[in-house]
């Protein structure tokens, strides 16, 4: 593989990109991705910066990059990680407002639904007691929108009126589009967009928001795989290619 593989990297590609970048730093954590290209991502971490990461078969079983078992995880052990804080979840998001509140629940109104949808599962244990990013393979104004229709996942405004329980261990890392990623380092912890994936313009990521949204003067693009990454993503990690189908070209 030559240089110019990187820059035949596709869309899909710099968002397996993103996702890996939501577990640097984390250390010994049981990493949770949710999604065929948030998968290749935290496998993607832990073959290069993140070795410490802990993977999971979703089941009862730690697997290593490969998919082999490493080791037994029992689900009193499971809980014991989320209610500790020692896992870092990448969920999806039917809905996802400006101050990171998440919908998987119903859309309209909660008594009489337009839709109904998964229901809220373990969203608001997840992010009141561990980290928690967000994988959103299609960015449009349906998902990011002003308002969510009913709060699973916690976010910064709600988690802030709760109160000290709330937010004691309440972090929301980043979230990552097919439109760039976005994280909340803004005084009232509200949205940012933190980069561009190459090929995006902040006007149409604003067009894609439907809330206000915050962003530098000079907004960076999501950072390049390298060669060897491109290699362990093409021929290692998913050479099904599973990523092309979350992700439009």
Same mark, same amino acid.
């Given at each position: 593989?030559?240089?110019?593989?990187?820059?035949?990297?596709?869309?899909?590609?710099?968002?397996?990109?993103?996702?890996?970048?939501?577990?640097?730093?984390?250390?010994?954590?049981?990493?949770?991705?949710?999604?065929?290209?948030?998968?290749?991502?935290?496998?993607?971490?832990?073959?290069?910066?993140?070795?410490?990461?802990?993977?999971?078969?979703?089941?009862?079983?730690?697997?290593?990059?490969?998919?082999?078992?490493?080791?037994?995880?029992?689900?009193?052990?499971?809980?014991?990680?989320?209610?500790?804080?020692?896992?870092?979840?990448?969920?999806?998001?039917?809905?996802?407002?400006?101050?990171?509140?998440?919908?998987? $629940?119903?859309?309209?109104?909660?008594?009489? !639904?337009?839709?109904?949808?998964?229901? =809220? #599962?373990? &969203?608001?244990?997840?992010? *009141?007691?561990?980290?928690?990013?967000?994988?959103?393979?299609?960015?449009?104004?349906?998902?990011?929108?002003?308002?969510?229709?009913?709060?699973?996942?916690?976010?910064?405004?709600?988690?802030?009126?709760?109160?000290?329980?709330?937010?004691?261990?309440?972090?929301?890392?980043?979230?990552?589009?097919?439109?760039?990623?976005?994280?909340?380092?803004?005084?009232?912890? $509200?949205?940012?967009?933190?980069?561009?994936? !190459?090929?995006?313009?902040?006007?149409? =990521? #604003?067009? &894609?928001?439907?809330?206000? *949204?915050?962003?530098?003067?000079?907004?960076?693009?999501?950072?390049?795989?390298?060669?060897?990454?491109?290699?362990?993503?093409?021929?290692?990690?998913?050479?099904?290619?599973?990523?092309?189908?979350?992700?439009?070209?």
């Amino acid at each position: 593989m030559n240089a110019s593989a990187v820059e035949s990297a596709t869309r899909a590609e710099y968002c397996v990109i993103a996702c890996a970048e939501a577990w640097r730093g984390d250390g010994e954590i049981l990493a949770s991705p949710m999604g065929a290209v948030p998968s290749a991502g935290a496998r993607l971490a832990r073959l290069t910066f993140a070795p410490d990461l802990l993977l999971t078969d979703g089941e009862a079983t730690l697997v290593g990059p490969d998919g082999e078992p490493e080791g037994w995880l029992p689900y009193r052990r499971h809980l014991a990680l989320v209610t500790g804080g020692r896992r870092h979840v990448m969920m999806g998001a039917s809905q996802i407002d400006r101050f990171g509140n998440q919908n998987i $629940s119903c859309i309209g109104d909660w008594e009489q !639904p337009a839709r109904q949808l998964l229901g =809220v #599962r373990g &969203a608001p244990v997840n992010t *009141l007691n561990n980290p928690v990013s967000y994988w959103i393979p299609r960015h449009s104004p349906r998902v990011f929108v002003e308002r969510v229709d009913m709060i699973c996942g916690v976010g910064h405004d709600s988690a802030r009126a709760a109160g000290p329980s709330a937010t004691r261990f309440h972090r929301i890392p980043r979230v990552v589009s097919d439109l760039g990623v976005f994280d909340f380092a803004t005084p009232d912890r $509200s949205m940012r967009l933190a980069s561009l994936h !190459p090929g995006v313009t902040v006007d149409q =990521v #604003r067009e &894609a928001t439907g809330f206000a *949204l915050t962003a530098p003067a000079d907004v960076p693009y999501t950072r390049d795989p390298s060669l060897a990454e491109l290699a362990l993503i093409r021929e290692v990690i998913d050479p099904a290619s599973t990523r092309d189908r979350e992700v439009r070209a």
